[in-house]
């Protein structure tokens, strides 16, 4: 199960790309994996996941274990053998598997189901109570009558439909009630197992794609997914049964008449086929194209300090407005499309019942056809003629849902290249860190290659510095430690076990990272310093700030750390966001430390209180050090000078100093900027 402040706080960890799940997974014992993977090997020995789905209880849970990607999607698809497991085929009928998320509402849609049988019959009875009051008042009262005075059988007719009117009533309402909230808890399902299949993703695919996008699948394309699978289901089927019904006893009523109407069934036919392939294709780009303005409206949004420092809001309402008048031409088509499937089925509506005016009015004058009978007859074509626009309505609604579905299944469908959970454990963890001959470049940048057959290895309770240019693969040696990235040759390992072979979920837990710019998220302090452990008292929260030099300023707040630090944290300054991630670190008590660009973004006097922290942080801890300030480097056991993807130099500060080398030019050129 996710972390509760991650599941409130999902659109930051998008931005921040720290969160992807999916490791390879390798168990010794092949009985040890989870049920719900099985493993082939590739290239460069990855293992991409082939899931033999199983069903998961609500709200995507799984009595298994709450694997991620076992649920929703592995209900509603079978397997399907691909080059890759993250180019996985949407397995099925888009229409089958949208209306398959509600199965798991089974007992709800049936109960809602009785309720709309009841009430369509309802419905159906009632013009035949019109008919016999027509008939009986003109003195023709149906034979079952019998010796009935007409006044009394009036009356007694009028009380039957008022009986069934109120039975009819109710029984729509506890139709509605019942399917909309098998729809409510369907699509909570849905949105469930969807974010959860995003957070499952690699981080390769969070470079690729925008976080404006995911999140418009999880709300516009959700939120329409949710009409069609909870109302349009109640009312599609309400006016199926009533089309049904009501052309049976048009049947009964007069088959010559009803015969005459069906002459218009097979063109309205044949123009919802072609109609619905147009509008499916349309509202797939419609989908597309909202998902790109929302994607433009997210970055600026959360760049906005950027967007005012450059004065560029025209600039961006420009971008905002080209991307939504895209979406606004493709609805524009989508309309027009609709308008004259519309205007067609209705004119079939008007046409036929303008014949069965004419024809009904010709047996009528002949006497084959009493004035109840045809005025039923004309209740039940406007029932049958309401009933069907109703459903061509619908149909376009459920054609835009298919639409968003596909949107929704390819992410479900699509398993993350490193699974999250499985592997080895080690008990202890000593801390031994090796880069064995690792090469290694960015998914989204496969023409760069980033490290170049690098190798070096950090001993337990060391503190290694890593320098170099900007660029030269310094956080990327971070980003491969985390696991977030495998290397396209060569090994990281951990106490001399590739990190291939090891537990990602075990592996983060033993790692603290300390960043430039940590991420703080929109809620307490308290809650921030949590995130690392999330069964911490306050006490051991507050002792951990207090070694972070963060107790003095939390103090000064009026709700001290309770006090809410804003989306991102943006109402720390940057020092104090430091300390407070320092102190999540330390609460973490991880084995393993990374220490990215700590203090580079601080002034000395913030940054003596930032280093000092650091340093009871780093005690007794495996640690990296990526700077290129000389006072987060000169106290480190060893520095390794990185460069093009490469160490070209390693030693003391004190002897690469002394060296005629790179180190020494970057000190020379630190000090000549100071």
Partial sequence: MGHPLAVRRGRQLFGMRRVARGENLRTADPAARPRCLQFTRVSRARAHGRRRRRGRAEFGTNPAGGRPGCGLAARYSSSVSSPTAASRRPRGPTAVRLLRIARPEAALLAAGLVCL?????ATLIYPQGVRVVI?????KAPAWAGSIDRARLLGLVALVMAGVALVSAIAMGLRFFLFMLAGERAITRVRSELYEAILAQEIAFFDKERTGDLTSRLSSDTATLQSAVSANISWGLRNLIQLAG????????SPRLTLLILAVVPPVALGAVVYGRRIRRLARKVQDALAEGQAVADETIAGVRTVRAFAAEEAERARYGGAIGRALALARRRIAAASVFMTATSFAGYASAALVFWYGGTLLARGE???????????YTLLVGFSLGAVADLWADFLRALGAAERVFELLDRSPEMPIRGGRTLDPVAGTVELDEVVFHYPSRPDAVVLSSLSLRVEPGEVVALVGPSGAGKSTIAALLLRFYDPDSGAVRLDGVDLREVDAGWLRRHIGLVAQEPLLFSTSIAENIRYGRPDASRDAIEAAARAANADDFIARFPEGYDTVVGERGVLLSGGQKQRVAIARALLKDPRILIL?????????????????ALDRLMEGRTTLVIAHRLS???????????DHGRVIETGPHDELVARDGLYRRLVERQFAVG
């Fill in 369 to 379: 056809l009493s004035v109840g009978a045809l005025t039923s007859f004309l209740v």
């Fill in 632 to 642: 987060t480097v000169r106290n480190a056991d060893r520095v390794l000078v990185i």
């Fill in 135 to 139: 008939d009986a008042a003109l003195g």
């Fill in 117 to 121: 049988t009841i009430g369509s019959a």
């Fill in 596 to 612: 990215d660009e700590a203090t580079s973004a601080l002034d000395a006097q913030v940054e003596h209180l930032v280093v000092d």
């Fill in 246 to 253: 009501g052309f049976a006893l048009l049947l009964y009523t």
